[in-house]
């Protein structure tokens, strides 16, 4: 493989006369293998010049470019160079883009986000290039002849280490990563580290964030960096071939470059290594040659999409502080989140609810080993993943007793965001259904099947089914039934058995039986096919309630998935079977009626609430109140100014009265496609009510509210005349600012309208 850097600084381009050895451009690699297989690692300001460059060397008989771009996260200073990239810009291109599945937002959400027109006069809608976004979870696939492995590094985002193997060779890149524990030590007994040192394991060429120095780290704990002394330990504890200090601190010239490259190699002399190591420098080009000793990793498709959407969290022992930060931070995951003061709550609860994960505030009077033990028994999860929260010195005492008991330790000051990352990517990884692995020779087969459920036969004597008629008429759903109806049920029906996790029913697939829970709990997935794939948490149901009823009583493919939480016992009836007792008995239809009912008036709540307005697109009003709770509450722990912007279409009745109600209809989702191109992706827009909107602006200057509200103005005044609207829509606007957001927009929304009233009042 052929290594070229464009980009190898971090955080923001540093050009000038200073930098002329290492570059200035932030972060972007190239790699090209016999193949032919072209990828780029990062798409900092260094892609503007790789772009030029690959149109200036491509071969007119080449059909177009074929890219592979792979984005370790979406900060700014490693996505900056895409909206210049040129192959971007050709209709003959194709880009395969790849990215860490990131906080809330679709990689193609992330990209275009610095794509509107406030910041870049081309949107990413307009670009007329072959655009094909995938988001990435832990484990491989292949592109070309090159296998790639993902893991996700320790930062203050969702952010995704690459392992390239092709041509004999293996790369390594992993930038923005920050020690799991003790940076300067080199037993690394953190659970964390070990793992990445075993991603690194034998690579030939590592490419290594090395922001700062092991002095400086202290001031920058949480800023998600390694330092070069952690770069060095651990790629020589991986028998790396050869390091590249990579990401270099935008406070840094040439010379004190030149200093880290030299310190890097005095370590390595001093651990009597013969592994090289140089600081990356813009238009470096290295053939990377295969040792023949990277071995390969395993794992599962970094393909497949696993949704964390209404997993259960239980926090525990956490200092009100702490807790409220977290709670903030993860609520945004759109996370249930449990509680627990002490450590026999937290053994109460973990058996009531089940929990995906759990983090645990150390010391709670207990040795942390027995807890950790005992939360997983009364779960019977034995991989719940516990995250241990600690002090520095409490750190070493936990590691100590534990080992490899806990999943993950974190050490004081916390990072909220940070945590945040570090509970999404475990609570992935737990949800890992393994579809295919790589054997130790590096082929693709199947994974093993999971295990099958426990069939219980039928009963065949009158005790067998004397038993299951009484569980049966103790179901609520069943009590109305005589005797007679609820031993037919029993006569046919199944017992099974399944294990945590197993799939019970999936969607689209035929309906041929209905579900009575007896013990245990499941979970309702409705999957979803469109971009970002994945799937949303629908409903829990546990003891004496049923599903699968609804693809039996009208006759169509099943709905959801159901997925069991916990070790979960099944009575399945035969649809036919269920079908004779419900219209012969009125009692059971009514019962289920009202079961049925509730469900559908929960889903039409969720809806009413979450809905788009139907007219616009935009948030409903009361979706825009509960954003603006969440967005507030995020607001006030930053110290983040905010201002509120209202506009009234002053003239919508005159314009029903005399062009009619669809051109009313036309002129309102002009307006509302003025605020959405005008705004940022990050503010809160929505139709309020019938006329009048509202737009949300977090960190905006009130002396640039203007610019904002003249910009609407113009963007409505071109799109009425390329939709052939009326001329005469007039808006009014309202501005209300605020250092610190209150806890409801009520407030805001007042003032607003007194502004906007001034303002019409002196026209």
């Excluded at 052929?2 to 971090?10: A, Q, Y």
Aim: aromatic share 6%; with cysteine.
């Amino acid at each position: 493989m052929r290594v070229r850097f464009w980009g190898t600084r971090g955080s923001i381009p540093t050009p000038g006369p200073a930098t002329t050895k290492y570059g200035g451009n932030t972060s972007c690699v190239e790699v090209l293998t016999d193949d032919g297989t072209h990828i780029i690692l990062d798409c900092g300001s260094g892609a503007r010049d790789l772009g030029q460059h690959l149109l200036k060397s491509q071969r007119p008989e080449s059909g177009g470019l074929r890219l592979h771009l792979f984005i370790g996260h979406t900060h700014w200073d490693h996505i900056q160079g895409f909206p210049f990239f040129v192959p971007a810009f050709l209709p003959d291109s194709e880009l395969n883009i790849y990215a860490a599945a990131a906080f809330q937002r679709s990689l193609e959400e992330s990209l275009s986000g610095q794509m509107q027109y406030a910041y870049f006069p081309v949107k990413l809608r307009d670009l007329q290039s072959r655009l094909h976004f995938t988001d990435l979870e832990e484990g491989f696939f292949r592109v070309g002849d090159v296998l790639v492995e993902t893991q996700h590094l320790n930062h203050t985002a969702p952010t995704m280490a690459y392992r390239l193997t092709a041509d004999g060779a293996t790369v390594a890149y992993t930038t923005d990563h920050e020690p799991f524990w003790k940076p300067g030590a080199s037993d690394f007994r953190h659970p964390g580290d070990q793992r990445h040192i075993g991603f690194l394991q034998g690579a030939d060429l590592v490419i290594h964030d090395s922001q700062y120095t092991e002095a400086e780290y202290p001031q920058k704990i949480g800023w998600g960096h390694s330092t070069v002394e952690y770069a060095t330990d651990v790629c020589l504890a991986a028998g790396v071939g050869t390091l590249a200090l990579f990401h270099h601190d935008p406070t840094r010239d040439d010379a004190a470059l030149e200093q880290i490259e030299a310190m890097a190699r005095d370590r390595i002399q001093g651990r009597g290594s013969s592994m090289d190591v140089f600081a990356a420098a813009e238009g470096l080009s290295i053939d990377v040659v295969g040792r023949g000793s990277a071995p390969r990793q395993t794992g599962v498709s970094a393909i497949r999409r696993y949704s964390i959407n209404g997993r259960r969290v239980l926090l525990v022992g956490l200092e009100d502080t702490t807790r409220e930060a977290l709670s903030t931070e993860l609520g945004e995951e759109n996370l249930t989140l449990l509680y627990a003061p002490d450590a026999p709550t937290a053994l109460e609860r973990v058996e009531a609810m089940s929990p995906d994960l759990v983090v645990v505030s150390t010391p709670l009077g207990r040795r942390s080993r027995d807890l950790v033990r005992d939360l997983r028994e009364r779960s019977a999860k034995d991989s719940l993943p516990v995250l241990m929260l600690a002090t520095e010195d409490d750190l070493e005492t936990q590691i100590d007793q534990l080992g490899a008991d806990a999943t993950d330790y974190l050490a004081a000051p916390l990072s909220p965001p940070m945590v945040r990352s570090r509970v999404r990517a475990w609570l992935a990884r737990a949800s890992t259904e393994p579809v295919e692995r790589l054997d130790a020779a590096g082929s693709v087969v199947a994974a093993e099947p999971p295990r099958p459920p426990v069939i219980i036969p039928r009963p065949t004597d009158e005790a067998g089914v004397d038993r299951l008629a009484d569980v049966l008429s103790n179901v609520p759903i069943f009590r109305s039934l005589t005797p007679e109806q609820i031993r037919l049920l029993a006569q046919r029906g199944s017992e099974c058995v399944f294990e945590p996790g197993y799939t019970i029913i999936r969607q689209h697939e035929a309906g041929t039986q209905v579900f009575v829970i007896l013990t245990g709990r499941v979970r309702v997935l409705e999957e979803t096919e469109e971009p970002p794939r994945g799937d949303t948490v629908v409903a829990e149901l546990g003891q004496g309630e049923i599903f699968g009823e609804m693809a039996v009583l009208i006759d169509r493919p099943r709905s959801a998935t159901v997925v069991s939480v916990e070790q979960t016992h099944c009575l399945a009836l035969p649809a036919g079977d269920f079908s004779q007792v419900l219209r012969a008995s009125p009692d059971l239809a009514l019962t289920l009626l009202r079961v049925l009912a509730g469900r559908i008036n929960e889903t039409d709540r969720r809806l009413a609430r979450y809905a788009p307005d139907p007219l616009t697109g935009l948030s409903s009003r009361r979706a825009f109140f509960d954003e603006y709770a969440r967005t507030a509450a995020q607001a006030r722990r930053r110290g983040s100014q905010a201002t509120l912007v209202t506009l009234d279409l002053v003239n919508l009745r005159a314009l029903n009265d005399h062009f009619g109600y669809e051109v009313g209809d036309d002129v309102l989702r002009a307006v509302a496609d003025a605020l959405s191109e005008s705004a940022r992706r990050t503010d809160l827009i929505a139709r309020y009510g019938g006329d009048e909107f509202a737009v949300l602006l977090i960190d905006v200057n009130p002396e640039s509210i203007q610019v904002v509200v003249n910009r609407v103005r113009r963007v409505l005044v071109d799109l009425a005349r390329k939709r052939g609207l009326p001329e005469t829509i007039e808006c009014a606007f309202g501005i209300a600012s605020v250092r610190e957001l209150p806890e409801s927009p009520d407030e805001l929304l007042v003032r607003a309208d007194e502004d906007m009233q001034r303002r019409r009042a002196v026209g």
